[in-house]
């Protein structure tokens, strides 16, 4: 038996990575995987999970929102989530 090292991969796109981790979660889920290779998937599906959500959260640190201001003109100002968010009553 011997230790093989893991394989340096391309950087996958957020599609990529999210197709890919599908494709696990379907393997893993027919069942007929040996305990070996469901331990490799199962590390393959979890850094690619930590990538997927990696992207999502820098994505929404990123959005921007266009609000008009009192001249009729426009600004972008960042998008926050929590003061955009009508509290109730």
Excluded: Y
């Excluded at 957020?14 to 890919?20: I, N, V």
Aim: glycine share 6%.
């Amino acid at each position: 038996m011997t230790d093989e090292a893991p394989q340096e991969t391309p950087e996958k796109s957020f599609e990529q990575a999210l197709k890919r981790l599908e494709e696990i979660v379907d393997r893993m889920e027919g069942g007929e995987v040996s305990l070996d290779e469901s331990l490799s998937l199962f590390q393959e599906g979890i850094g690619l999970s930590r990538s997927c959500s990696t992207r999502l959260n820098d994505a929404e640190g990123r959005i921007r929102k266009l609000v008009r201001v009192e001249d009729g003109k426009f600004i972008l100002e960042d998008f926050d989530s929590a003061s955009d968010i009508p509290e109730s009553e």
